[in-house]
Each structure stands twice: as structure tokens, then as C-alpha cells.
């Protein structure tokens, strides 16, 4: 009996044993697997930051590449804004100048102070030209114009037609005024040379003694572009008016290319800008501020009188002379005469120059001919450009 229950006994240990072991192998065994199921997660976990990581490089580099791109186009599109102002075509320089600045959305801008400069001028220059373009005066002058009737026009050669004048006062003394004349193509040239040869102002512009009024001396403080510069004018005035300064911008504006016209801006020099350049005003004058500007354009009028194709010039202008009390004599002597003969002087110079009988116009031509060669074929462009206009427009 004894051995009986001691080999049950062994058996039963022996089947726990086995069970023990059993348990343990299929322990093992699982651990195992988990370890395998780890090991592939850790090995595809690994393989898809590999991918992603890739992937981050490679869109890095793309990103990298157009930013390289962008920045290139970006200096390229300044580059060609500065090379066109240098070249008196502000108007487009400004045009992509806006180009850049919708580039770059809000981020930090690559334009600097000059450039800034540049958008705020043409966009002076666009304002006072589409002022100039759209001022009725010739339909209306209810709006306070006066019209002075047109000149009699004293053209040797038919270069050029009447001239239309127009002005208006405002307070006693403030003026603004408008003039109009049509010319030939070919006085253009001579035209532009005689507002650039500003050194001969005083031998043409007239001046009058009773009452004592004119241009008395004019300065050129310093060139800004190839026909851009900054002058001091200094006019004399009738007793007991204190002689007037003027300092003042003129401006070169080219948009043949886009516009078919060219311009010339006037405007006074603030004082603050004036003391930034360093011009000192003459202390026994008192400042006039003035804004103007010249416009050459296609003209629509036709004229049997005239045998080439003509061309609009028209001068809008404002100025105030800072004078509380200005005569009524003095008044109606600048509107009714200093006007109208300043205007025909600066017509009748141009045809002058364009005989040949303008000695010293002619000398100061011949000392630039760099510059009147450039202003030649712009102007040539211009012309070239209206015609083809004017023929598209008969098809």
C-alpha cells in the first residue's frame, strides 16, 4: 500500500513538473513572439521616420530652391526698376516697383529709401498728368476758369497753331492757370531744348519795368537725372512786394513706351528737403510755392495750315506767391499779359532755335550732344508710336 500511494504520489509529481514546464515553454514561446512583433513594430516605426525624414529633405530643398529663385527674381525686377529711373522713365520703374512689393507680400521688403522716393514722385507725377488730362476748361468754366480767348499765334513757319489760356484766382493771389497749343512734330525737339537750357531763361523770358516784374536770376543747384535737376528762381515783384524764391524739382517724365506721351514735372522743394540737401534759401526773399506740368501728347485736331502731323502741348500750373495783398492793377497785368507773352516768347524761341537763329541755344547743344542724341530718339520713338497708333486706328 505504502508503494502504491508513493508511486501516485511521484506520478503526480511528475505531472506537475511536466505542467510546470510546459507553462514555461509556452511563456517563452510568447515572450518570444512579443519580442518578434516589437522588434518589426521598432523596425517599421524606424522605416517610416526614415520616409518622413526623406521626404522633409527633399520638400526643404524644393522650398530652399524657390526661395533661391524668388530672392533672384526679386534683385533682378530692382535692378531693372533703377535702370529705369536712371533713364528718366519713372513711371515704369514705379510699375515694378509695385510688381516687387506684391511679391513679397508681408514680409521684410528689399526697397530702400531712394526707392520709396521713386513710388512717391510717380505717383505725383500720374496724379498731376491725369489732373491735367481730364480738366474740362475748354467745355466749362463754370468752375471758376476765366478764359482768356486763344493767342493770336505768331508762327513764321505754321509750327504752331493758337494757343488756349485759362486761369482761375483763388483768395487774391493764388494762381492756377491752363494753356493748350498745338504744334508741329518737328518743333518738339527745339521746344524741350528750351526748357532744358535753363541757364538761358533770362535771355528770352521777358521782363517788364512799369510795373517792375521778371525773372531775375536762375540757378541750377544740381543735376538729378539726364534732364532732371533742382533750380532756384528768384522773381522780382512790383513795389512793395518782396521778391519771390522759388526752389524747386523739374522733373523728366518718360512713358512712350507705355503711354505714348513724355512730361515734365515742376514742383517746389519742401523745406525740410531743402535742409536735407543742404540749399540754403536767400534770406531777402520770401518762398513761392509752385506745382506745374508740361505735357506732350498726340494731338486729335487737324489743320490744313500745318502740312506735318501735330502733337497737344498742354502746361497746367499752380502757384502762391505767400502775399497777403495783392493789387488789382498787378492782378489783372499778370493774368491778362504776363501769361499769354511768356508763353508765345517760349514758342517763338523754340522756332528760333529750330532756324538755327539761337546762337547761344545752339553752342549749349552742340557742348551735350550725348543728351540731345538720347532725347532725339526718344523723341523719334514717339513719334514713330503715333503714327503706328493713328494707322492701326484707320484699319
Request: net charge negative.
Amino acid at each position: 500500500v505504502v508503494k502504491s500511494v508513493n508511486k501516485n504520489n511521484d506520478e503526480k509529481v511528475i505531472d506537475e513538473e511536466d505542467k510546470t514546464e510546459l507553462e514555461e515553454s509556452s511563456t517563452n514561446n510568447g515572450n518570444e513572439t512579443t519580442n518578434a512583433e516589437n522588434t518589426n513594430d521598432d523596425q517599421n516605426v524606424d522605416q517610416h521616420d526614415t520616409k518622413e525624414n526623406a521626404k522633409n529633405s527633399v520638400d526643404s530643398g524644393v522650398n530652399d530652391k524657390n526661395d533661391d529663385d524668388t530672392a533672384a527674381l526679386l534683385l533682378s525686377l530692382l535692378d531693372e526698376a533703377t535702370q529705369l529711373a536712371a533713364e528718366e522713365k519713372i513711371l515704369a520703374s514705379a510699375r515694378v516697383l509695385s510688381k516687387i512689393i506684391e511679391m513679397e507680400g508681408d514680409g521684410n521688403s528689399i526697397l530702400r529709401e531712394e526707392h520709396h522716393r521713386i513710388l512717391k514722385r510717380a505717383k505725383d507725377c500720374e496724379s498731376s498728368i491725369a489732373d491735367l488730362r481730364t480738366t474740362t476748361t475748354s467745355e466749362d468754366t463754370s468752375g471758376g476758369w476765366t478764359k482768356l480767348g486763344q493767342t493770336a499765334g505768331t508762327s513764321k513757319n505754321n509750327l504752331f497753331l493758337p494757343s488756349t489760356i485759362y486761369y482761375k484766382l483763388a483768395d487774391g493771389s493764388k494762381l492756377t492757370c491752363r494753356i493748350e497749343t498745338p504744334i508741329a512734330e518737328s518743333l518738339l525737339i527745339p521746344l524741350l531744348s528750351v526748357l532744358n537750357e535753363t541757364d538761358l531763361y533770362t535771355e528770352w523770358l521777358p521782363s517788364w519795368t512799369m510795373p517792375r516784374m521778371g525773372i531775375r536770376s536762375v540757378k541750377e543747384l544740381s543735376k538729378t537725372g539726364l534732364a532732371s535737376r533742382k533750380l532756384q528762381i528768384i522773381w522780382v515783384a512790383p513795389w512793395p512786394i518782396q521778391a519771390r524764391e522759388l526752389i524747386m524739382n523739374v522733373m523728366a517724365v518718360d512713358d512712350i513706351d507705355h503711354n505714348g506721351y513724355c512730361a515734365v514735372r515742376l514742383s517746389s522743394i519742401p523745406i525740410e528737403e531743402q535742409q536735407m540737401d543742404n540749399i540754403k534759401p536767400d534770406p531777402n526773399c520770401v518762398a513761392l510755392t509752385f506745382e506745374g506740368t508740361f505735357l506732350f501728347e498726340a494731338c486729335q485736331m487737324k489743320d490744313s495750315s500745318v502740312d506735318e502731323p501735330l502733337l497737344l502741348v498742354t502746361l497746367k500750373m499752380r502757384s502762391d506767391p505767400h502775399c497777403s495783398v495783392v493789387p488789382k492793377s498787378v492782378q489783372n497785368f499778370a493774368t491778362k499779359t504776363v501769361i499769354g507773352m511768356m508763353w508765345e516768347s517760349f514758342l517763338r524761341i523754340a522756332e528760333k532755335v529750330k532756324d538755327g537763329q539761337m546762337p547761344n541755344h545752339t553752342k549749349a547743344i552742340e557742348l551735350h550732344p550725348e543728351f540731345y542724341e538720347w532725347m532725339e530718339g526718344r523723341i523719334q520713338q514717339m513719334l514713330q508710336q503715333l503714327k503706328k497708333e493713328e494707322s492701326t486706328e484707320k484699319m
